[in-house]
């Protein structure tokens, strides 16, 4: 369908957007960002520059796929609107992430092995034990849990409903690899004093 297409080819220009945005506050921190052009001067190029007659984005995209729903909106907010971003991930946490993660879903599938006779990531093809856990463990844990990372869920959940993506499992639209390596990446290279995303100076838009 064009939705994926077009849902993968806007998810490589928030990528590049990201990581120049990043690479500006990183070693130009008191250049002033002007966040939509950015995101346009971006796009352009990779949208409509092009080798062997295929654009930048698309060959970015066959090279490292469609990132999840959940991972596009965190590129979005940290784009376009970074006082939205959740809070900066503690290092515990992360780790947890990287290693539930890399345990339940890519190690298996990558090697073929099963956990107690079960393909954790097979699970996302029938989601209903998925999604309900979720549901529980949001409502559950949503005075303790940072509201936005609730609201990605639930915005990977709908995604997946209308069937944004070009899979039929539920992980894809909830999480990959990058968002693990982004999180821990976060954690550990943050400074602690700078709090929450929320608040970082370099990254707000003008």
């Known amino acids: 369908?064009?939705?994926?297409?077009?849902?993968?080819?806007?998810?490589?220009?928030?990528i590049v957007?990201?990581?120049?945005?990043?690479?500006?506050a990183l070693w130009w921190p008191k250049t002033p960002s002007f966040a939509t052009l950015e995101v346009v001067i971006v796009s352009a190029l990779l949208l409509l520059a092009s080798v062997d007659g295929i654009s930048l984005a698309e060959h970015l995209r066959g090279l490292w796929g469609d990132p999840s729903v959940t991972t596009v909106g965190i590129l979005f907010a940290f784009v376009l609107w970074p006082r939205s971003l959740p809070k900066r991930p503690t290092r515990r946490g992360a780790l947890v992430v990287a290693t539930v993660g890399s345990a339940l879903l890519y190690l298996p599938a990558l090697s073929g092995l099963t956990l107690f006779g079960m393909d954790p990531y097979s699970l996302g093809y029938a989601p209903w034990a998925i999604i309900t856990a979720l549901l529980l463990a949001?409502?559950?844990?949503?005075?303790?849990?940072?509201l936005v990372w609730i609201r990605l869920i639930s915005y990977a959940?709908?995604?997946?409903?209308?069937?944004?993506?070009?899979?039929?499992?539920?992980?894809?639209?909830l999480v990959d690899p990058g968002l693990?390596?982004?999180?821990?990446?976060?954690?550990f290279v943050t400074p602690a004093s700078q709090g929450t995303a929320r608040a970082e100076p370099t990254m707000a838009s003008h």
């Open 180 to 187: 693990v390596i982004g999180v821990v990446v976060v954690a």
């Open 157 to 173: 959940m709908l995604a997946y409903g209308l069937r944004l993506l070009e899979s039929d499992n539920l992980w894809d639209y």
């Open 1 to 14: 369908m064009i939705v994926h297409a077009y849902y993968g080819l806007m998810a490589q220009c928030l």
């Open 17 to 24: 957007t990201a990581v120049a945005r990043l690479a500006r």
């Open 138 to 146: 949001s409502v559950a844990l949503w005075r303790i849990v940072d």
